[in-house]
């Protein structure tokens, strides 16, 4: 595993800060921007009239876009089982935004591009078994079974049991006993920083005033912003912009005192779960630039199995996972952030590919602040992308 210098500093803003510089006024507790999922399933399709609209994720929501116009060519929308496509004279041309892209497949009727590469191949989408089909002309991924309603997890594209998965699926850590706030700390949306020594660990618990339970965690390797601000960011401005992350408890290590130090991570990860009751499917890990080397360490091989999701941002290293899907008994979720290093970033992605992650379409990252070292914006996507997901 190699290490590169960062190319710049990762200083974040804080929440008072931020919200000055956006011109907005508001305050903590009611500057958040609420907002209601719109449809259920990432990826799904409809009509809307002749236009095939996706759902996906905006800002912490789930929500209808308009992607393709049959109109266009002269076809017509038409929905099928799981998918919206454009027809015409009963000649189905499925196109591409069912499998996330925005461009038509052409105006040739007669032919389709498909979202699945061969008939009868098959996948998993989260929990449900999905199956490569012919639909008039075109191949789709078509729903089979949900592998949660037999307490089963979906790997590549089967159900099976998850029986021997560590921690157990379905199941919580059952700890209790750790600290919790009944009130606010000022410039926080409705969380507490508090500095905890676990097991000779430093490390700060962003803890909602609601504390759930199960609740969902993510450990966090600051980058060279320092665990102290990185801990008032997330308990500040990305739980006003990502209304999912609000209920989310905390545990960030500074990455510039721990830099390396992946073993940290996993005494911090088995203090937390010992002192709450932590959702074994609902654990995230996510590291910032001079975090990289520690983030790689610990989500690659000290804790492959503990985390649904790991989103390495900034990075400037890297690493490959030393499990594969069917070792561990699920398909983690996994993206890079670049920052401007698009080489770790695919080295990256490229070997969580190989070792059966799920991916998004897009990855690496390419949305705003890909190219930019300690972009807010693609800080905020990383939590977006984290806190969705789940290990079954």
Not at 78 to 103: F, H, K, M, Q, R
Not at 136 to 147: N, Y
Not at 159 to 188: K, L, R
Not at 349 to 371: C, E, F, H, I, K
Request: aromatic share 8%; proline share 5%.
């Amino acid at each position: 595993m190699t290490h590169v210098t960062a190319p710049s500093l990762f200083k974040k803003p804080v929440f008072t800060l931020f919200l000055l510089a956006l011109g907005t006024g508001c305050t903590p507790a009611t500057g958040g921007v609420q907002c209601t999922d719109e449809c259920s399933t990432d990826g799904s399709t409809r009509c809307s009239g002749n236009l095939i609209e996706r759902c996906s994720y905006q800002d912490g929501c789930l929500v209808w876009t308009a992607k393709i116009d049959c109109s266009e060519d002269g076809s017509k929308c038409s929905e099928s089982p799981g998918y919206a496509i454009c027809t015409n004279d009963g000649t189905s041309s499925l196109n591409d935004v069912n499998s996330g892209n925005d461009t038509n497949s052409g105006n040739d009727t007669n032919s389709c591009t498909g979202t699945c590469p061969e008939e009868g191949s098959t996948r998993c989408s989260g929990t449900v078994s999905e199956k490569c089909v012919l639909l008039g002309q075109c191949l789709v991924w078509q729903s089979q079974q949900d592998c949660s309603l037999t307490s089963q997890t979906c790997l590549e594209g089967s159900c099976v049991d998850s029986e021997g998965v560590t921690p157990p699926m379905g199941q919580t850590s059952g700890g209790s006993g750790g600290p919790v706030c009944s009130t606010a700390d000022p410039g926080t949306y409705n969380y507490c920083i508090r500095e905890v020594d676990m097991n000779g660990i430093d490390a700060r618990l962003v803890i909602p005033v609601s504390l759930p339970s199960p609740v969902k965690l993510m450990v966090v390797y600051s980058g060279t912003e320092g665990g102290a601000n990185m801990a008032s960011n997330l308990a500040g401005y990305i739980a006003d912009y990502v209304p999912l992350s609000r209920d989310v408890l905390y545990v960030v290590l500074d990455g510039v005192q721990y830099n390396g130090n992946g073993q940290a991570g996993a005494e911090a990860l088995d203090w937390v779960r010992q002192h709450y009751d932590v959702d074994n499917d609902r654990t995230w890990l996510l590291s910032e630039s001079a975090g990289t080397t520690a983030g790689l360490q610990l989500g690659f091989h000290l804790r492959q199995s503990y985390f649904a999701a790991y989103w390495a941002n900034d990075v400037n290293a890297s690493d490959s996972p030393e499990k594969s899907a069917a070792q561990l008994g699920f398909s983690p979720w996994g993206d890079a952030g670049p920052g401007g290093d698009h080489a770790d970033a695919n080295s990256i992605v490229d070997a969580m590919r190989t070792q059966g992650y799920r991916l998004p379409d897009d990855a690496p990252y390419s949305g705003p602040g890909a190219n930019t070292h300690g972009s807010t914006e693609q800080f905020q996507a990383a939590i977006s992308f984290l806190v969705t997901k789940n290990r079954q």
